[in-house]
């Protein structure tokens, strides 16, 4: 079970043993607590804000108090405390009719929505409403005066007897309230993202929060924040210092430093920026300049970056770390020690441009799993990584955000790290992928690789496709979003969580240009306490979620794939559903999934999922969650060519359901019109995240019973949807209020074993550590079985640090073994990997190559090269550069569609080892040849022979294998041999044939 809420606050109505006992089973839930299961419209909200590790963290009392029915308890209890509940936001023009939210941009204007069905009590009633500035509930118990903001004072108001429509009420225009607060050189004592208030409907007009008054925003978060254009300055000067080092190649330590202007007081958080191939650190003073002017510290460096390589990558990392450590050595000595004292070593942010985008997740991941010995900080210090375009040369072994936030600010008129079909270190979006901690995209249409920095680059902007947006909108989208991703990482600011989970169309930064089209992702941390419905990487059956609920779906053409584009082009090919898809750079270990489907107008279609019983009731819970894309280039995008919709649908156990068009909010953009790759227009296909608060499904009296919710379905085609479409589906989630209260994080930093050892135990590396809680001694595991049997357990045979290493134990030949990890944290219980364990897990075989191999060869000749067995010699000379055709006939004694294979070795293998060719990988000549150890390959097999993935080819029948080598330029021997695997599991061999080059 997810964690419940534990709401705090004075006047918390489930502590009162008098109200508990008087309302019964007739207020089925207060601040968390569940009195009854009766209500069928009870529904909550949270007010999400994810600090990091060491950031206070609060909850306002927001549940389904904000679903009580108000004429009972004020008609009986008339004492009662304030109510907690629900009021800012603005209008939509469909259901749900209001937008209840969080962060307002100035420019709109707050809107109080009142729901009669769910506050009969003010119907008819007159009150004052005020807009207060925010307070905690200390403050509240200390002076509960109320003192409106506006020039006006307190509005009068009256709710009539209609829906949300009729009863929403402006309270503030446009650019009437301030949206920036009075700041001091302390960075700790204001907030510089978000002004927050309060809203208090004093229903007995005595202008004070009383008993039975509502208020949104009881608790150390604000009923609403008024935000600011995050694309201007800050409200700080800024100063600029200069460390100058020994010139490259000697080198690579020069930096320029970014701070608040004026005498610093306290700690400022520190932002490292690290520059790309042909780049240089002095080309982003944009970003230095605007993150010091909201009270950062920001360094941008030198940067060993080579050839912009893979080694670039390599070397640009190790010039970041040693840059950092050597900035906190200098403080000291920078601008004169104006710096020393005041740097936050704790919270420390990362962001990296092209090959240097690379290098702060590279970086990272060599602290995580390489325990490199640093002086000033450790992996536990990096708050935040942001890469700016970046380059993906190297695979999830070594570059991995892990369980650290992530973000990544791409653009889709990108000539460079462009996302293409071809695998390369193009498809960036591969390292987005293999974070497991929180992590988010701002996907720019228009933007090119070098308009992420300020100098002219010699050979242009690198950008192609239409309506391109230049540098300024560049710009203005990066520092605008930039700033709230800091703010909610390094500050736990919340109000910047609004910039990250809502839809572009429903919030943005207000000074970027109309015409500029941004898609953004966001999904909480795998250790949140969430409910993964599906997030299609544990089933590859479309009938199982990764709940092992049902799933079901008329839809056409739906298929769970992998996220790979595999044939080079954009181009539709019903063979390659994945088509568009470009996350999956790592061949052997990038394995991201999703789903795809497509409809017309011709009928309803639909997708559902089950929910698991013991997680039906969803009134303290937040949010239904996911993420879409667009299909590209599919038939169906292309006769849309307009973004897109669907319905989400919640499904009660008496068969009721509700409906919210999420287009209310907003629509998924077609995909960037950009050409290549194929014939036609259209890029890479791009997710937005959809966020729908649970409780509005019962807006308006909605019959649907939040507490039993059976089912979620997404309805398309006829009145559900657009017309027609092809869409990508991920990560469908409820998010709970207190997911990011206190959570633990469990990885696989070097990856999930892909074979056992039949002969001996196999490792597994897990990176196990708590975000703001502490992980409880003993409590990770590793869970076992085999055959479907019953669970075995097994503790970490050693641990360094965050990391453990576990044993699978051996097993079977030519089985496999189903595993999971838990680990339990101080306050937020159990965690487990896979998310959904036990009802999911992991499988790891063990394979053919390492089962036991018979002594002996067939005794008829099974294998032929060149239609020879090479007669006693058993050698077939071959011409340099020639043919080999090698053919396998079927045993005797064996069944028709034994699995097979053949091998390669180098050399002519002896007695002592004719019987062990069981190497691993492609087959090459190494340098060292003949001189060093005969090497082996596998060069075809049927699909059942289980082996690494590395393996050449795979053959399904019996057919001749046929080949070119290269000429090496000297003589050389090699030796092919055969093998089939017995009804014993047993390898047999054949005939082996030595190939002669003369």
């Not at 080198?251 to 970014?258: R, T, V």
């Not at 704790?346 to 997740?361: D, F, L, Q, Y």
């Not at 959570?743 to 590396?765: E, H, K, N, W």
Request: hydrophobic share 40%; glycine share 10%; net charge negative.
């Amino acid at each position: 079970m997810r964690p419940k809420r534990d709401d705090t606050g004075a006047g918390d109505l489930a502590h009162n043993p008098l109200l508990r006992g008087i309302l019964g089973c007739m207020w089925p839930r207060v601040a968390g607590h569940r009195l009854c299961e009766a209500d069928p419209h009870a529904g909550a909200r949270i007010y999400p804000t994810a600090p990091r590790a060491g950031v206070r963290y609060s909850e306002r009392m927001r549940s389904a108090v904000a679903l009580v029915p108000l004429a009972l308890l004020l008609l009986v209890l008339p004492g009662v405390a304030q109510i907690p509940t629900e009021l800012a936001g603005h209008p939509l023009g469909s259901f749900p009719w209001f937008h209840y939210v969080q962060s307002i941009n100035v420019d709109r204007g707050v809107t109080c929505g009142l729901d009669p069905s769910r506050v009969p009590v003010v119907l008819g009633q007159t009150f004052d409403a005020y807009v207060v500035a925010a307070r905690t509930v200390a403050q509240y118990n200390a002076n509960s005066a109320l003192l409106d903001v506006r020039p006006g004072g307190p509005t009068t108001m009256t709710v009539v007897p209609a829906g949300l429509v009729t009863n929403s009420f402006l309270l503030a225009g446009p650019n009437t309230l301030n949206a920036i607060n009075a700041f001091t050189l302390n960075p700790n004592a204001g907030s510089v993202l978000g002004v927050g208030y309060d809203i208090v409907l004093d229903l007995d007009q005595d202008g004070v929060l009383g008993a039975g008054d509502l208020i949104d925003g009881y608790g150390d978060v604000a009923g609403f924040y008024m935000c600011h254009d995050t694309t201007l300055p800050g409200p700080y000067p800024v100063s600029t210092a200069w460390y100058i080092g020994a010139p490259p190649p000697l080198l690579w330590n020069s930096k320029k430093i970014y701070f608040p202007g004026g005498p610093l007081v306290g700690q400022y958080p520190l932002v490292v920026i690290s520059h790309g191939f042909l780049h240089d650190y002095t080309w982003y003073d944009h970003i230095g300049q605007h993150l010091a002017s909201y009270g950062y510290i920001v360094m941008s460096h030198q940067s060993n970056v080579g050839n912009g390589d893979a080694l670039g990558t390599e070397t640009a990392s190790s010039s970041l770390i040693d840059n950092t450590e050597q900035f906190f050595a200098s403080l000291g000595t920078i601008g004169s020690g104006v710096l020393q004292g005041h740097v936050d070593n704790s919270r420390i942010v990362w962001i990296g441009h092209s090959t240097g985008g690379e290098a702060v997740t590279r970086a990272a991941t060599r602290l995580r799993n390489d325990n490199l010995p640093t002086n000033h900080f450790d992996i536990d210090d990096i708050a935040l990584l942001v890469g700016l375009a970046p380059v993906a040369w190297l695979g999830s072994d070594k570059v991995n955000p892990a369980d650290t936030p992530y973000h990544t600010f791409l653009g889709a008129a990108d000539l460079d790290t462009s996302g293409s079909p071809v695998q390369s270190y193009a498809q960036t979006l591969s390292i987005f992928e293999r974070a497991y901690g929180p992590r988010s995209v701002t996907y720019i249409h228009g933007c090119g690789h070098e308009w992420l920095h300020t100098a002219p680059f010699p050979n242009g902007p690198f950008a192609t496709g239409p309506n391109l947006i230049g540098e300024a909108a560049s710009h203005k989208v990066l520092l605008g979003y930039l700033l709230p991703v800091v703010e909610h990482h390094v500050r736990g600011n919340p109000a910047a969580r609004d910039y990250l989970e809502r839809m572009y169309a429903d919030f943005h930064p207000i000074g970027i240009p109309g015409n500029v089209v941004v898609s953004n992702e966001y999904r909480d941390p795998r250790s949140a306490k969430n409910l993964v419905l599906d997030d299609f990487q544990d089933h590859p059956e479309l009938g199982i979620s990764t709940q092992s609920t049902a799933v079901i779906t008329n839809a056409s053409d739906s298929a769970e794939v992998r996220m790979g584009d595999v044939d080079g082009s954009f181009d539709w090919n019903p063979a390659q559903p994945s088509n568009g898809m470009t996350r999956a750079s790592d061949q052997v270990l990038d394995d991201p999934r999703c789903l795809v489907l497509d409809w017309d107008g011709s009928q309803v279609f639909y997708w559902e999922v089950a929910l698991p019983v013991a997680e039906r009731d969803l009134r303290d819970d937040g949010y239904l969650s996911f993420r879409v894309c667009q299909g590209t280039r599919h038939p169906r995008t292309t006769g849309l060519s307009a973004p897109l919709s669907f319905n989400a649908t919640l499904v009660d156990g008496n068969g009721r359901s509700s409906n919210i068009e999420f287009g209310v909010y907003g629509q998924i953009p077609q995909p960037y019109a950009r050409t290549g790759f194929g014939t036609g227009a259209g890029w890479q296909n791009e997710f937005s995240v959809v966020r729908i608060r649970l409780a509005d499904f019962a807006a308006n009296g909605t019959p649907i019973n939040l507490s039993n919710i059976h089912a979620v379905r997404f309805r398309f085609g006829v009145s559900c949807s657009t017309p027609v479409g092809r869409v990508g589906i991920d990560d469908v989630e409820i998010t709970n209020p207190n997911a990011m209260a206190g959570a633990v994080s469990i990885g696989l930093p070097f990856g999930a074993p892909t074979l056992v050892d039949p002969a001996s135990a196999t490792s597994v590396v897990a990176l196990v550590r708590g975000r703001g809680e502490s992980v409880l001694p003993g409590s990770v595991l590793l869970h076992w079985r085999v055959g479907g049997g019953a669970w075995g357990t097994v503790s970490p045979v050693s641990q360094a640090g965050d990391l453990y290493t576990m044993e699978l134990p051996p097993v079977t030949c030519h089985a496999s073994i189903d595993w999971y990890l838990t680990a339990d944290g101080a306050q937020s219980g159990a965690h487990r990997f896979p998310v959904a364990a036990p009802a999911t897990w992991m499988t790891t075989p063990a394979p053919s190559a390492l089962c036991p191999w018979a002594a002996g060869t067939y005794p008829t000749e099974l294998l032929t090269v060149n239609g020879t067995t090479g007669g006693a010699s058993r050698i077939v000379d071959v011409t340099p550069g020639g043919p080999i055709t090698a053919a396998l006939a079927q045993p005797g004694t064996l069944t028709a569609g034994t699995e097979h294979a053949l091998f390669l070795r180098v050399g002519i293998p002896t007695a002592a080892d004719a019987w062990h060719l069981n190497g691993i990988g492609t087959f090459c000549f190494p340098i060292c040849w003949p001189a060093c150890a005969p090497q082996t390959a596998l060069l075809a097999a049927s699909p059942g022979w289980i082996w690494h993935p590395s393996a050449l080819s795979n053959v399904h029948s019996l057919t001749p294998w046929t080949d070119t080598f290269a000429n090496p330029g000297v003589p050389f021997e090699v030796t092919i041999q055969g093998g089939f695997m017995d009804a014993g599991n047993v390898v047999r061999i054949t005939n082996a044939v030595v190939i002669r080059h003369q």
